[in-house]
């Protein structure tokens, strides 16, 4: 399966910006008692009290956060459906080639027999020498 970059880049980026969205959404509605209980449930031994402060809401710090992140997630994006692209193709080839063979192999034998095969092929030659 083959990705395409640009439209891996939107949905991750879409993807990064929404999870911002919600997680904004999310400490401006709980407050900060509940912002920080839940960042030193997730983030173990760690006190997040100090860094807790009492600042307005800003709709254009939202909308710039949203558009970082959408840039970054698309970059991301983007990054990985080229690598993923480019290991899969190698796959790909090699998965190819390893049913060429086996139809080669089922469909073809050759022999090694000397009885079978002669050594030396006696064609005319088409430049004039002679074989030695």
Not at 5 to 25: T, Y
Not at 70 to 88: D, L, P, R, V
Not at 120 to 127: G, H, S, V
């Amino acid at each position: 399966m083959k990705l395409i970059p640009l439209k891996f880049a939107m949905a991750v980026g879409l993807a990064f910006s929404s999870m911002f969205f919600i997680c904004n959404l999310f400490f401006s509605l709980a407050g900060n008692e509940a912002s920080a209980w839940v960042m030193n449930v997730i983030f173990h031994e760690m006190d997040f009290k100090p860094l807790m402060m009492n600042s307005s809401f800003h709709l254009a710090h939202l909308f710039c956060g949203i558009g970082i992140c959408f840039i970054a997630g698309g970059i991301t994006g983007f990054i990985t459906a080229i690598t993923y692209n480019s290991i899969s193709k190698r796959k790909i080839m090699e998965e190819q080639f390893s049913v060429f063979k086996k139809i080669i192999e089922e469909h073809v034998s050759f022999s090694v027999n000397k009885e079978e095969a002669p050594a030396t092929i006696n064609q005319p030659n088409p430049i004039g020498f002679a074989h030695k």
